[in-house]
């Protein structure tokens, strides 16, 4: 009997120890479960956190890619804009090196062109002395004042060679005109006042203003002669009147002196 109950008693144990190990080993089972669960929750949220900044990366991996591409589209702008201003410096590099050449020339053409200026000059005065006497006073200040401007530094010297040309055609000028002035001239050791036709460098003739006294110039004895003819007198006053535009042109009889060819 106590066999029987000790046999119980070790088969009870054995059942309880059974059923303490079942209880302990599914205890540990859902603590491996759970922290397999947590260690997937934590790879999960892990994968999650190294997603959020692969994305993260690759926005800003994006934005550095269009901004290399927008830089090197600048780049290519710059490029073709330095190409540009090369070309321009290019250019007036070459146009400077023209004004200078310019420059060396003109310094050049200004200590030939002012010596032959004043020869220039001298030679119109010789002229003007030797050509008929008219409007002497006018045509000699003229001369005086050409001479004093190639002396003024203050005029460049493009302006006194035009002066210098100007003072020329005007003088080629006179062989092509009538004129009429008033002057005086001494007339048998007296000054009178009498009225001037110039014609052109053909015929240059006096008159008082009582027209009783009429005169050509000589120029090969230069000199005046008088006009003796009547014939003339109202033909003169007649030339007078058309060199003032007092009357319309019209046909007239002067005088001429025949010039000695040399």
Not at 43 to 63: H, L, N, P
Not at 244 to 252: C, G, L, N, S
């Amino acid at each position: 009997m106590e066999t029987l109950i000790s046999a119980n008693r070790i088969k009870q144990s054995c059942l309880a120890l059974t059923c303490s190990l079942l209880i302990t080993g599914s205890f540990a089972q859902e603590q491996q479960i759970d922290q397999i669960i947590d260690e997937g929750v934590e790879r999960t949220e892990g994968a999650a956190a190294s997603q959020v900044r692969i994305d993260s990366t690759q926005g800003e991996i994006d934005k550095l890619v269009s901004e290399y591409k927008r830089q090197l589209k600048v780049i290519d702008g710059l490029k073709v804009y330095n190409q540009l201003l090369q070309t321009q410096l290019d250019a007036q590099q070459s146009d400077m090196a023209k004004l200078r050449r310019s420059i060396d020339e003109v310094a050049i053409i200004e200590r030939q062109i002012t010596p032959t200026m004043v020869k220039m000059l001298e030679s119109l005065s010789a002229f003007v002395e030797r050509d008929v006497p008219f409007l002497l006073d006018e045509r000699t200040a003229r001369i005086e004042r050409l001479r004093a401007a190639i002396e003024d530094s203050n005029i460049t010297t493009a302006e006194k060679f035009r002066a210098v040309l100007e003072a020329y055609n005007i003088e080629g000028d006179y062989g092509r005109t009538i004129e009429a002035y008033n002057t005086t001239l001494n007339l048998d050791g007296a000054n009178r006042e009498v009225s001037m036709l110039k014609i052109g460098r053909i015929a240059l003739i006096y008159q008082t203003a009582d027209r009783t006294t009429n005169g050509v110039w000589n120029q090969s004895s230069r000199s005046w002669e008088p006009i003796t003819d009547e014939e003339f007198r109202n033909h003169i006053a007649k030339g007078l009147q058309i060199a003032r535009e007092q009357v319309a042109p019209d046909m007239i009889m002067i005088p001429l002196v025949a010039s000695e060819i040399k």
